[in-house]
């Protein structure tokens, strides 16, 4: 039941506060909750739900509350939701990212559709 998404403490820590910076959703607490993240990938590069939390970060960054340009913030969100699915393929908050970026950015409604189809069967 209880899965540890990384060892090392440290990281987790720096997890925790990048959600509680990403919470607020204001631009300057985003940027503070995508530098708590980078730390926590460099603390475990395998950390998939650190990476997700990178991908969320920035597509709200291109979107209305963020104020920045989606061309800049998402292709490096979807490159955040790409390594954590890399790493952890039943990630949900990585799939969830991606989707995000893929209706959101990429337009890919196709692609949305057949991962919605495939997880109903």
């Not at 300057?28 to 650190?50: C, M, V, W």
């Not at 991908?55 to 979107?63: A, K, M, Q």
């Amino acid at each position: 039941m209880t899965r540890h998404h990384t060892e090392n403490a440290e990281a987790y820590q720096l997890y925790l506060k990048g959600r509680y910076y990403w919470n607020h959703r204001t631009t300057e607490s985003l940027d503070k909750g995508i530098e708590h993240f980078r730390q926590a990938t460099d603390k475990d590069p395998n950390y998939a739900l650190a990476y997700a939390g990178l991908s969320e970060s920035y597509s709200v960054l291109g979107s209305s509350i963020g104020g920045l340009s989606p061309r800049e913030t998402f292709p490096k969100a979807k490159a955040g939701a790409l390594q954590a699915l890399k790493i952890d393929d039943t990630l949900a908050e990585a799939h969830a990212a991606l989707a995000l970026v893929r209706m959101r950015y990429d337009w890919d409604w196709s692609a949305l559709r057949a991962k919605s189809s495939e997880r109903l069967r």
